[in-house]
């Protein structure tokens, strides 16, 4: 007689650990990326031309675009793409050390299920990633065939792939502060003041400024400190609450629309899918923080754009690893899709029949 119960555990180990197998590949890919970035910059000649530009000032937009506020602030390019570099790496630094650790994670990857509430983000990095990504490609692919096009950000025939280079290395720290810090988690911040404004832990102006201050970087840190409902303690749908959900889905609105309406060579099909990017970077920055959205959005920004210019620059050298890269990514992440519609249908499946068991008992 088949043991089912059997064949399915040794199914969630197989699964498990194809899941490590993606997260080491991927986490690998990640780091030769990061280095590569800065080698690229300072090793090539239009690289350190590049780098010797000087910045007149820094745009710093807040509430989802609405508040611009240009910083007189001149430096070159070099030590700006330096200073972004370095909070990258920093938010990889936290985003290693978050729910037990990557190391942890690893540890017990092949006992433990995957969880927004619990696993570590950069061991969950890559399965958000490239699900995103695939998903992304299939909705464009789609809409092209009904004649909705995407198009393409374009820079002019002449720009130099550094100057775009430093350009979408700045977009996820513009963006996430933009979409997310300010009009999400400023929002969240308030919130919490105000319901725990008798709070003896929320009393006086300082701490009601540093729970703000703490909630714009992570609402999930700063709902555990007053002891609010939070992910880590209730779960996904029970740790966000309704005021994020709402945020979630009005910003994610605004940053699709935003990305066609500010032009850049987009079209109007870039408005759903750049919806469905935000609207995941959003999930992740209320359940984990800044540092988990802002490294999400510097996978499509900086990851493959480094690779790719690797490929060009050193004359195909590392052209089976952007390739093989961009097809790791593009076939995980259709797997992991699959395998999330395929066991969502089994929940909702199983939910419904003890709603019906449920419903028959009561009736009789």
């Not at 040794?10 to 890919?29: D, G, N, P, Q």
């Not at 105000?194 to 714009?216: E, P, S, T, W």
């Not at 259709?334 to 068991?357: E, H, N, W």
Request: hydrophobic share 55%.
């Amino acid at each position: 007689m088949i043991d089912l119960k059997s064949i399915l555990q040794h199914l969630r180990v197989l699964a498990r650990l194809l899941v490590l197998i993606l997260v080491i590949l991927s986490i690998t890919s990640y780091v030769v990326s990061t280095i590569l970035g800065p080698v690229l910059f300072f090793s090539t000649s239009d690289g350190l031309s590049v780098a010797s530009r000087r910045s007149s000032e820094i745009p710093l937009d807040l509430f989802m675009f609405l508040v611009v506020v240009p910083i007189p602030l001149s430096l070159s390019f070099g030590v700006l793409f330096m200073a972004m570099w370095t909070i990258f790496v920093l938010c990889a630094i936290f985003a290693w050390r978050s729910r037990n650790g990557f190391l942890g994670t690893v540890v017990n990857a092949l006992k433990q299920p995957l969880s927004f509430a619990k696993t570590n983000f950069l061991y969950l990095m890559p399965l958000v990633a490239t699900s995103l990504l695939s998903t992304t490609v299939l909705i464009q692919r789609f809409q092209e065939t009904q004649g909705v096009q995407t198009g393409s950000l374009n820079f002019p025939p002449s720009t130099s792939p550094y100057v775009i280079l430093v350009n979408l290395a700045f977009a996820p720290l513009q963006e996430e502060f933009a979409f997310r810090i300010t009009s999400i988690g400023l929002a969240v911040g308030i919130l919490l003041v105000f319901r725990y404004r008798n709070d003896k832990r929320v009393n006086g102006i300082g701490k009601r400024i540093k729970l703000i201050l703490l909630a714009m970087l992570s609402p999930e840190r700063a709902k555990a400190e007053v002891g609010y409902r939070n992910v880590s303690a209730n779960g996904f749908f029970g740790g966000i609450n309704a005021l994020e959900w709402i945020l979630i889905f009005l910003t994610s609105a605004v940053f699709g629309l935003a990305h066609y309406l500010l032009g850049g060579g987009w079209q109007i099909g870039k408005v759903s899918t750049a919806f469905l990017a935000g609207f995941v970077f959003g999930i992740v920055f209320v359940t984990y923080g800044a540092y988990a959205s802002i490294l999400l959005h510097w996978f499509f920004n900086y990851y493959f754009t480094v690779l790719d210019m690797a490929d060009s620059t050193y004359s195909g050298l590392f052209h089976p690893l952007a390739i093989g890269v961009e097809a790791m990514n593009l076939v995980a992440g259709q797997l992991v899709v699959l395998v999330f519609l395929v066991v969502s249908a089994v929940k909702l499946a199983d939910y419904l029949s003890s709603r019906a068991v449920g419903h028959t008992n009561s009736s009789e």
